[in-house]
């Protein structure tokens, strides 16, 4: 028989119209109502006990109908503990109620009006500037943060999570034990690192960084010194050179398994090779040396963990591309860009990123060309008459020293499409007649008819200052590359 009073089916029934119900319905009905209740309680009992709490609230049973597929029932919901009150009428079975909290509608009266809320505003902060969170009041502090995660665990603490004794002391959970000799050897390389007066201590410690097989255990810790070394001295430059030379030889160390702490170390090197502001302005040229050393870094990581992250190429060639074709970028910053292109991407991403748009960047080194006064103090003039008496024109002297840079390092990676082991023949158009670039056997006039030629498609590929320069290099299997428009990857 069921729990359920049948009288209780009954009622509901006459209250919506059915005034006349079978027994055996009902007894049937009452059946179906007791198990669909224990089934809702038996869920919200498991809702109760998977937060952790012993008391079961309306919003447990609207959950428990969620789950069970069923919409949940509004305006039952309470914050506050629900008292229940019982009632007799006549002989029958007691009546439930909710029981309504009393108030004094004289001191409800009385009450002092509360605050005026402040009206709702927007404002812009930031939560982080190169890794690191600012100390502002909008940002919570590091107690603050670690206080919202186990400060309702610690003994002592109040409901809203904040501990009532001042005796409190906060211990990490996890360990890492590090012997002493690891610790000295660790101050040791880092103080040899930053010293700049004794350069042999220095060779020493980056061979035994080298070479050494026991420095798994400082892995984290050597990563760790990099990226704080490279966020707080981005302008001198012999620290962040000595950290990126630490970088490489953690890198060439095969006795080191370095593959979970690739993804944290690429961020510093990244930073010295593509950053607006590095070094001293006084000495812009002293920071290309460290753009080249951390892009070679950037590929050779790539070259070894490219099978592990098969993201990481794409995602830094992406990057380095968006920064050379950006014209508001640096100098510096377009010479980081584009040794990265060649170190990281290699020829194909030469080929397919840069070549179509070295005309476009051609025009923006047209404006880094030297002044007038410039050329007249390094006497340009001079040079360009003993370069015309002998022909040949293949330095960048005409160019500032910075866009120079640029230039070299274009050059240096145009010259990794000349693919000497691809012996496949490169097939030319009917009107491209294919120029020897000097090495033409048919006579002198042709010839320079024919170099005249392979000037001018030079030019129209690659734009007037880069064209000229490629032309100046004399390789003729490089042109055929450059000037062939079906050429094709390996």
Known sequence: ?????????????????????????????????????????????????????SALTTRDIGNALQVLGVEPLYGYESTRRLRFGEAFIGSGHPIYYVEDEEMDLEKLINAPLPKVPRPMALTGHYTALEGVQPTIPQNPTTAESLMQVIGPKLPGANASGLALTDDVTVRPRVHHVVSEEHQQYFERVAAALLDPDDEHTRRAALSSVRFESGLHQLVPYFVQFIGEKVTHNLRDV??????????????????????????????????????????????????????????SILGLICWKFSAISPTLRPRLVRAF??????????????????????DVGGPE????????????????????????????????????????????????????????????????????????????????????????????????????????????????????????????LGRPRLNEVILSDDWMPN
């Open 1 to 53: 028989m069921s729990k359920w009073a049948p009288d209780n089916i009954r009622d509901v029934g006459e209250s919506v119209g059915f005034n006349h119900l079978d027994d055996e319905l009902i007894t049937a009905v009452a059946s179906a109502v007791e198990s669909i209740l224990s089934t809702v309680i038996e869920k919200a009992l498991v809702l109760v006990q998977a937060s952790g709490r």
């Open 238 to 295: 012999f620290v962040l050179t000595q950290v990126m030379h630490l970088a490489a030889a953690l890198m060439v160390n095969n006795n080191l398994h370095f593959e979970p702490y690739a993804g944290f170390i690429v961020p510093p090197i990244l930073t010295c090779v593509v950053s607006r502001r590095l070094g001293n302005d006084a000495t812009p040229l002293a920071t290309f040396a460290l753009r080249a050393l951390g892009s």
């Open 321 to 342: 591309l968006k920064i050379f074709l950006n014209p508001n970028a640096t100098v510096g910053m377009q010479y980081g860009a584009m040794k990265g292109m060649h």
């Open 349 to 472: 991403s030469i080929r397919t990123f840069i070549l179509p748009n070295l005309k476009e960047y051609g025009n923006l080194l047209l404006i880094n060309y030297r002044t007038p006064e410039e050329d007249q103090e390094r006497g340009v003039h001079e040079r360009e008459n003993h370069e015309g008496e002998n022909g040949n024109h293949d330095s960048n002297d005409d160019l500032r020293p910075e866009s120079g840079m640029v230039m070299k390092a274009i050059l240096e990676a145009l010259l990794t499409l000349e693919n000497k082991n691809d012996l496949r023949p490169l097939r030319i158009n009917a009107a491209q007649q294919p120029l020897t670039n000097g090495h033409s056997t048919t006579g002198a006039g042709q010839n320079d008819a024919e170099e005249e030629l392979l000037r001018t498609r030079l030019q129209e590929k690659l734009g007037p200052v880069i064209g000229s320069r490629v032309y100046a």
